[in-house]
């Protein structure tokens, strides 16, 4: 009988002890407990384009959204054009690609949430159209035809903004730009000339280093004349600061015309001789300073005339100068 109640102790401590040790009781020791649960993760995912209907070589950006961030769960997002991968991302919700055509047609786009044991879920398709330009440019003038120093304007306008194109309004003067517009529908410009010219402007739509032309205007002249002048209109006198000096003294030779010469193609001049001292392009006075190392007499006279002496309107008086 006392060996029955040993067994049955014993068996009721072993029962005892294999229920703590199945249930993580009992000593420290060990790792005990079940492995924490995987880490939450995206479960859709969104794609989107910032453009649908743009032009030639306007760029969009496609942007893949997940529901939550990718980092933790070990999942990745790809955006596809067919087969070929643009862009990949493994954190953040926000997956981006930007995108361009240099020819017009439509594309399709998709972006799959792929998952850490490689299955995957796919976004809708998103298509973007890219459109060929129709540019037209014209090119207009305030004058086209006006006088020396004179201003005008010049007004080149497309008909459309070219402001969300990668192309511009330019302003050429023959091959040499001198404006360019990135936005809106006109550019102006001003342009004048300091002598008697034609110069031939033409307005374009193009990228800015010229490439990609998209649209050219008609060539547009503008010329600038120096106002026409008489020998009767113009009348010059001549002046000496002394006519009697010693040996080394400085004398000032000044010449005046009764008008400017400066919107003509006229100019002051004054001569020892045949040797011109001094030529003036602008306002109604010449002067020079004249000396001499020797004892003598020169004669001096003044002139109206083109800049290489020929087509004289005007002569002064000779002074001489001892």
Do not use: H
Not at 132 to 151: E, I, K, N
Not at 172 to 197: F, K, N
Not at 291 to 299: G, I, L, M, P, Y
């Amino acid at each position: 009988m006392k060996k029955r109640q040993i067994a049955t102790t014993l068996i009721s401590f072993l029962f005892l002890a294999g229920f703590m040790i199945s249930c993580g009781g009992g000593g420290g020791g060990g790792d005990g407990g079940s492995p924490p649960p995987p880490a939450p993760g995206p479960t859709s995912i969104r794609l989107s384009a910032s453009s649908t209907d743009v032009l030639v070589g306007t760029s969009v950006t496609l942007t893949a959204i997940t529901d939550q961030d990718l980092g933790p769960s070990g999942s990745s997002v790809i955006i596809f054009e067919g087969s070929t991968q643009l862009t990949s991302c493994r954190s953040g919700t926000q997956c981006t690609a930007s995108v361009s055509s240099t020819t017009a047609g439509r594309r399709d786009f998709f972006a799959r949430l792929i998952f850490s044991g490689g299955s995957f879920f796919p976004s809708s398709t998103v298509s973007v159209t890219w459109n060929a330009a129709s540019f037209t440019v014209s090119l207009s003038t305030s004058s086209t035809s006006t006088s020396v120093g004179t201003s005008v304007t010049l007004t080149a306008t497309a008909n459309q903004d070219v402001g969300s194109t990668p192309f511009f309004i330019r302003i050429l003067d023959g091959t040499t730009e001198i404006a360019s517009c990135g936005s809106g529908t006109r550019c102006v410009q001003s342009v004048t000339s300091s002598i008697s010219t034609t110069r031939t402007f033409v307005a374009k739509v193009a990228r800015n280093d010229g490439s990609d032309v998209q649209a050219t205007s008609s060539n547009l002249s503008v010329t600038w004349s120096a106002p026409t002048a008489t020998s009767s209109s113009f009348t010059i006198t001549f002046s000496a600061s002394a006519t009697i000096v010693t040996v080394g003294t400085t004398v000032t030779l000044t010449a005046t015309t009764n008008q400017s010469v400066g919107p003509t193609q006229f100019f002051i001049q004054i001569f020892e001789g045949s040797n011109r001292l001094n030529t003036c392009g602008s306002g109604t006075e010449c002067s020079t300073a004249v000396t001499e190392t020797t004892a003598v007499t020169k004669s001096y006279v003044a002139k109206v005339a083109r800049s290489d002496g020929t087509d004289v309107q005007a002569t002064s008086n000779t002074i001489s100068v001892t």
